[in-house]
Each structure stands twice: as structure tokens, then as C-alpha cells.
């Protein structure tokens, strides 16, 4: 079997080597973090809940999904810088890598005060739009909203980290940060609000702290670990060209995002009309979900970068080679992953509730969802490798008609005509247009024409 050439740090040089081995190594870290941060949510829902109370809890489940919705733009930037990154450094053009890097810094340093700015001044009208109980809850997820943007900057600097790391091949050093930042907010999440007793405001505050420690880190180990790399704050090389390249790969992606978090709460509001049973039960259900296709997810993720390393080298035909090794993985782990949860679907709802009605519902969801899995799951690794090649608008289409146009709307109409159990089976519905629209673009090929690399 052939060796994983690893240099500069943690990198991993994708453009040599077994494909099924190179991603699968890879996508394990990604798993692992993955993994870490809904088991860090967990904890920090418990902490929240039990030390600052009900309405605590509520205001920060209110607040995150608004303050993801609102970074999601940046986050794409972040993964652009993947992408950039990505194909530079298998074209082994370092020049080009570095100035990446540099500009994409310059532009978050220009940004973050007025993103900062706007998040603050929209927090409260954006909450009372959501109809946000004014008994207490909307105070809180207004203090938490606003600290939260203050310390932006460690949010947004962690995810232009992760994606200069896992663009260079490097996955495990972001496990690391990831798991530094998770033990510092825990500890600091029980310290403000057990011992100080600063309640929802020492909550976002042990947030922001721990994800600034976590970028500080990042640019300190990115400054030792890679000679390729210098970061340098007080003079930090901006080029407009690279610049409009990651607006082009990360705006579509950052949309994308937002969209789909948007879509999620119309779902969510979907199911919440047909009371608390129906909705513990998809809540339930839906965690189950979630944690059963992370490893697909860190398949797909692990393509981007892949793809994008092999497209720098002009190595088309490695990049098929390691779409279909994906492909494999992923349909592989879609079987296993199905046939497990499936005939135990009963026994894994009864980990939230012993309620008929709720297990009744949860296991109506992932009935009507696991025997799909293996559409969704091609759908992100052919989407995948459109990214990594520099291809963000077929994605963010495909993600747009998949559930906008699908999905939302079928959920609608099968709930009217046959039945609110019946919501589920649109989500195979949107996954087929999903997976057919980037298959189409795959197999056309034009995704060769689309490298930042001319």
C-alpha cells in the first residue's frame, strides 16, 4: 500500500498516492471534530440549563441559528480559502498560496468591524421578528447575540484557520484547536455561570474567549509549523485579483449556507405547527440524523480538498480516480449506516422520550429517510468535487432547487393531502433533484475549466 507523503507541518500531499486511503485518512479527524462539537453543544445545553435556567437555554438556542444565518457569508470566504489554498499548493505555487492567505486576513481585519456593527444593531428588531417571548428570553438572547459579535473576530479568524489547514491537507491540527477551544468553553462556561454567576452574558463570553484562544494558537502553529506561510499583521499583502477569486468561490458557498439554514427553520416551523409530540419526535430524531451522516459529510469534505489539490497539479484524471473512491466510501457507509439505525430506530428514539407518540413520530422520520441516504450522500461528494475545482455555482443552484424549490414546497403539500407523517419523504424528493443536478455537471466536465490556476 502506498505512503501518505506528509510535509510542511501536518500537510498532506493528495497529489500522489492510493485515493480510498488519502480521503479516508483524512476524512477522520474531520469525523472526530465533527462529533466534538455536537457532544460540546450537548454539554454546554446541559451547563446552560441547569445552572442559568429554562429561559437561559432558550435564548441561546434562539440566538445561535440567527448568528450562524448572519456569519454564513464569511464561512463561505473560509471555504474558498480551501479551494485557493488547495489548488496553489498542488501546483506547488507558494507565492501565490502566501498571497492568498495574506489577503484573505486583510479583508476579515477591513470587514469585522462593520459586520460586528450590524449584527449588533439587529439583534433585538431581529429577535421580536421571531417572536421571541418578551418575558425574560429576549433580554437574554439579545445580551448573547451582541457579546457574541463583539468577539467575532475569533469565530470568523478559526475558520479562515480551518480552511488554510485542511486546503494544505492538514485535518488533524484543526481536530486539535477544536478540542483546545471545546475544554476552554466548558471550563469557562461552569466558572462564569457556577462560581460568578454572570448568566447568559459570562455564557457568550466564555464563547468568544475560547474561540479567540483558539485562532491565537492556530496562528501561532500555522507561523512555526509551515515555512510556506508567514503572517505578519502590521503588514499583510492584499491582491485584488485573489481577492475577487475567493469573493467567486466563497460568496456562492456563504449563500448556500444561509439558504439552507433558513430552509432548516422553515422546516422546523413546519413541524412545530402540528404540536410538541410531532416536533420531539423530528427533534429527535433529527439528532440521530445528524450524527449518522457525519461521516459522509467528512467524506465530502475531504473531496474539496482532494480535488482541489490534484486540479493545481492538472491532474484531471486523478481527480475522477478519487471522486469514485469517494463515491464508494460513501455509498459503503450509507448501507452500513442504514442497516444498522434502521431495525433500531425505536430503540435509539427511546434515548429522548418513552412517549408513543413521540417514538411513533421519530421513527417515522428516519424510516422514511435512511433507505435514501446513498442519493444524499452522492449528492455532496459530486457537489464536492465541483467545489474543490473551483465549480460554486452548480452547488449553490443544486442546494437552492434540492430545497427551496422541492423539498419546502413538497413538505407542504404531502403534509395537506396525505398527512403531517408524511413530511418526511420529502426530503428524498429534494435529494434526488440534489443529487441529479451535479451529477449532470460532473459528467459534462466543464468543472476542468474552473481552477483559480490559469
Known amino acids: 500500500m502506498s505512503k501518505i507523503r506528509k510535509n510542511n507541518g501536518g500537510s498532506m500531499d493528495m497529489t500522489t498516492g492510493n485515493p480510498y486511503k488519502l480521503i479516508f485518512v483524512f476524512s477522520i479527524p474531520l469525523l472526530i471534530g465533527n462529533i466534538l462539537q455536537q457532544f460540546y453543544n450537548m454539554v454546554d445545553s446541559i451547563v446552560v440549563g441547569n445552572i442559568v435556567g429554562a429561559k437561559a437555554l432558550a435564548a441561546v438556542g434562539t440566538g445561535f441559528p440567527v448568528i450562524f444565518m448572519l456569519s454564513s457569508l464569511f464561512m463561505g470566504i473560509g471555504n474558498g480559502a480551501t479551494v485557493m489554498v488547495s489548488q496553489f499548493f498542488g501546483a506547488k505555487d507558494f507565492k501565490n498560496l502566501q498571497r492568498t492567505v495574506t489577503t484573505i486576513y486583510k479583508a476579515m481585519l477591513i470587514a469585522i468591524v462593520p459586520l460586528s456593527v450590524v449584527g449588533i444593531i439587529i439583534s433585538r428588531p431581529l429577535l421580536t421578528l421571531m417572536q421571541v417571548p418578551d418575558d425574560g428570553t429576549l433580554d437574554m438572547a439579545v445580551t448573547y447575540m451582541i457579546v457574541i459579535f463583539v468577539g467575532l473576530i475569533g469565530s470568523m479568524g478559526y475558520n479562515i484557520n480551518a480552511g488554510i489547514l485542511q486546503g494544505l491537507g492538514d485535518s ?38 475560547a474561540q479567540l ?17 508567514k503572517i505578519n499583521f502590521r503588514h499583510l499583502e492584499f491582491d485584488r485579483d485573489l481577492f475577487r477569486q475567493a469573493l467567486r468561490l ?55 480538498t482532494y480535488t482541489g489539490q490534484n486540479i493545481g497539479a492538472k491532474l484531471f484524471d486523478r481527480v475522477k480516480k478519487g471522486t469514485n473512491a469517494a463515491l464508494v466510501l460513501a455509498v459503503v457507509t450509507c448501507i452500513i449506516i442504514g442497516g444498522i439505525l434502521y431495525p433500531f430506530s425505536s430503540q435509539l428514539m427511546r434515548m429522548f422520550s418513552s412517549d408513543p407518540g413521540v417514538l411513533e413520530s421519530g421513527v417515522w422520520y428516519l424510516h422514511s429517510v435512511l433507505p435514501f441516504y446513498i442519493l ?61 443536478i451535479p451529477y449532470v455537471a460532473y459528467r459534462r466536465g466543464k468543472w476542468k475549466d474552473k481552477g483559480v490556476i490559469r
Open 172 to 209: 488533524r491540527t484543526s481536530l486539535i484547536f477544536l478540542a483546545v477551544a471545546t475544554v476552554i468553553n466548558v471550563v469557562l462556561d461552569v466558572s462564569f455561570t457556577a462560581v460568578i454567576r454572570m448568566g447568559v452574558f459570562g455564557v457568550a463570553l466564555a464563547t468568544i474567549i
Open 213 to 229: 484562544c483558539s485562532w491565537l494558537f492556530g496562528i501561532f502553529y500555522i507561523q512555526r509549523k509551515y515555512s510556506i506561510i
Open 250 to 304: 466563497g460568496v456562492p458557498s456563504g449563500i448556500q449556507q444561509m439558504c439552507f439554514s433558513i430552509g432548516i427553520m422553515v422546516m422546523q416551523a413546519l413541524v412545530n405547527g402540528y404540536g410538541s409530540i410531532f416536533m420531539a419526535g423530528f427533534n429527535g430524531a433529527n439528532k440521530i440524523d445528524s450524527f449518522a451522516f457525519m461521516p459522509v459529510q467528512s467524506y465530502s469534505i475531504a473531496v474539496t
Open 376 to 436: 444524499l450522500g452522492a449528492s455532496f461528494i459530486y457537489s464536492s468535487t465541483l467545489k474543490g475545482a473551483g465549480e460554486m455555482m452548480i452547488p449553490l443552484i443544486s442546494s437552492i432547487i434540492g430545497l427551496w424549490v422541492v423539498r419546502v414546497p413538497a413538505a407542504y403539500l404531502l403534509a395537506h393531502f396525505l398527512g403531517k407523517e408524511y413530511i418526511y419523504f420529502s426530503y428524498a424528493i429534494g435529494w434526488l433533484f440534489g443529487f441529479i
